[in-house]
């Protein structure tokens, strides 16, 4: 069931104490019954709408179908009463929910008026205090409560003005109706008076108090709920299958968008491999990794074990993999991914090969992260083009969001009759999973409505609205772009926020990446002494993200020997360190980040044996 803007009508209220009043129920029934043309007990979809609307709700004619198609219709799409009680008591309780009623109202006076004469006198009001709040208040204070609630100068409180002054907050209907018609007793439902009592003894009859912050006088607190308008006039109403609504249901409760993933530190039972991956995808969901890119779990043992030692590694090798059966390893995390062209046979001659069959024979899980670590905004990238300081750091190659629906059909129907017609047809065509329709408040050439889709959904829809006039007389087709995720993506160009000069450049990088050496090419008509106030980078093979880019100097692992010369030439100097020493500095980073989000019985370990395989000798 979807619940959109007009889910208030479709689910039970919740905390709800009360059944609906006599008197709500008849004013229910005069309005029914002034849209039952016919007095057969039943009303279209269409009257259900304005009726709604006369009631102050201001369903759209979407919502309208959204309603149509959860509630339970009668005799082919018409609304009895029964029915219409129960899709507008949800709305009618919500906005009631937090009031006092008249049997509330009566409980909390019995409360005060201790000797049962219907009237509270300051004697009464300071023993009530002394005993509900257990501390005395001088009989000034208690004056001035009197006082203020007094309207008729008596001396004390009647149960009317009891109400009366209630009133300056919700109260039911049914205590509204015994104030109206009193000479002298407007309701006061625009705030507060300066001095005022609430109260809540709305189920258990318990009486919640509490001291004024801001005055030396009693504050029955009322836990309230305020219930927003429903509708705006200009609201667009979504419309979501069911496949959909029930997948974003799960996700609204289990997306990391959503909820908070920790562990505490307390916990000292391992972690099983499906929660550790929960964690690396929240720390780099593997959405953000290049398309062409092989990341994520490359090697499941048949058994699971509980995970209790992690290994970081740049590159699975083979003395890396002896390193992590010495260790007893449950869980390798290589940057680099071991398998990634297609493997059409397992065999020991191959090295790649024989990694995995030992690791499946160890039962030793594998998982590669990769290029959704160099995109990820705070990954490789930018923890590599941190080396030369504080500046303004933008993307190279913007990451984009995964969009399931890639085109866009807006059309034109005449009725809402002829909407249902359309939407029901395209739920039956595409199985209820990739359909998302939207509409807008009808005008005189009739509704507006927008549909998208995915590309395996985009015949059959097509198709679908040809048939009908009014859509294929409109219908227009726009293909959807997807979202820019900021900060995301591959490469990285800072504006330095300290210009320096190359040789220290180069000093920092240095130091940085925790080397001796680095290669240098200096650009066209430039020195050591030369000032760098741009630098782009982009860690592994950086070539093909750095082209094209006006920087001072380029920073990445390996270049070809031509394109350092294309750069060069273009005034760029560049600094190369080999592949994996543009990367392996980062491991530390993520174990940290790691660390702390799984339990102490779990040991992330970085691997002693990993290194770069070029050196200077």
């Known amino acids: 069931m979807s619940f959109g803007a007009a889910c208030i009508f479709l689910r039970g209220g919740k905390n709800i104490s009360r059944e609906l009043a006599e008197d709500e129920i008849d004013e ?207 609201q667009s109403f979504s419309f979501l299958t069911s496949r959909q609504t029930s997948g974003l249901l799960r996700s609204s409760v289990n997306s990391p968008s959503n909820c908070c993933f920790s562990v505490s530190a307390h916990r000292t039972a391992p972690m099983e491999l499906k929660e550790v991956l929960q ?60 398998l990634f062209r297609p493997i059409k046979r397992l065999v020991q001659k191959d090295w790649k090969q024989r990694l995995a069959i030992r690791a499946v024979e160890a039962g030793v899980a594998v998982f590669s992260p990769h290029t959704s670590w160099d995109s990820l905004k705070g990954g490789v990238n930018d923890w590599l083009v941190g080396g030369l300081g504080s500046g303004q750091v933008s993307v190279l190659s913007q990451a984009l969001g995964s969009a399931s629906h890639s085109h866009k059909l807006e059309f034109m129907v005449r009725s809402a009759e002829e909407l249902y017609t359309v939407v029901e047809e395209l739920k039956a065509c595409d199985d209820g999973a990739t359909l998302q329709c939207s509409g807008s408040r009808p005008d005189s050439s009739g509704i507006h409505v927008s549909i998208t889709c995915s590309d395996s959904a985009l015949p059959s829809s097509v198709q679908i609205l040809l048939r009908h006039s009014a859509p294929s007389q409109s219908l227009s087709i726009l293909r959807l772009e997807k979202p820019p995720l900021p900060g995301h993506g591959q490469g990285r160009l800072c504006v330095l926020e300290h210009p320096v000069t190359v040789a220290t450049a180069v000093q920092k990088m240095k130091s940085h990446l925790g080397l001796v050496n680095l290669r240098l090419a200096l650009g066209a008509g430039r020195t050591l002494e030369s000032s760098v106030c741009t630098a782009a980078v982009c860690a592994g093979s950086g070539a093909s993200v750095l082209s094209g880019v006006k920087a001072d100097l380029f920073i990445t692992g390996e270049m070809s020997h031509h394109e350092v010369l294309d750069a060069v030439a273009k005034g760029t100097s560049v600094i190369l360190s080999d592949h994996s020493n543009s990367e392996r500095g980062f491991l530390a980073v993520f174990r940290e980040r790691l660390t702390v989000r799984l339990p102490d019985a779990v040991t992330v370990a970085l691997s002693k044996a990993d290194r770069d395989p070029l050196e200077v000798v």
Request: charged residues 25%; hydrophobic residues 40%; proline residues 4%.
């Open 279 to 338: 964690v690396l995808e929240q720390l780099a969901p593997l959405s953000l990794a290049e398309s062409w890119d092989n990341v994520g779990l490359l090697v499941e043992p048949s058994k699971s074990r509980p995970i209790k030692t992690i290994m970081l590694t740049n590159d699975l090798t083979d003395a890396v993999m002896e390193e992590a059966e010495a260790l007893s390893c449950d869980l390798i995390i290589s940057y680099h991914p071991p």
């Open 28 to 234: 229910l029934r005069d309005a029914f019954n002034e849209f039952d043309k016919d007095k057969d007990g039943l009303i279209s979809c269409k009257d259900l709408g304005n009726l709604m609307r006369t009631m102050g709700y201001m369903p759209t004619e979407m919502e309208l179908i959204e309603l149509s198609q959860n509630i339970n219709m009668n005799l082919g799409g018409r609304v009895d009463f029964e029915d219409f009680v129960e899709l507008m008591a949800p709305k009618l309780l919500a906005e009631t929910a937090g009031m006092i009623g008249m049997k509330e109202l009566k409980d909390a006076f019995k409360e005060f008026d201790m000797d049962g004469d219907g009237e509270i006198t300051t004697d009464e009001l300071r023993a009530a205090m002394n005993k509900l709040m257990g501390e005395h208040m001088s009989r000034r204070e208690i004056d001035a409560i009197v006082k203020e609630a007094d309207d008729n100068g008596d001396g004390t409180v009647d149960f009317e003005e009891f109400v009366r002054m209630m009133s300056g907050h919700s109260v039911t209907p049914e205590a509204q109706t015994f104030l109206r018609g009193r000479p002298g007793s407007p309701l006061m439902l625009t705030g507060w008076r300066q001095l005022s009592w609430t109260l809540s003894l709305l189920t258990s009859r318990r009486l919640l108090i509490c001291k004024s912050l801001n005055l030396n006088t009693a504050l029955f607190s009322l836990a309230s709920s305020v219930v927003p308008c429903l509708f705006s006039p200009t």
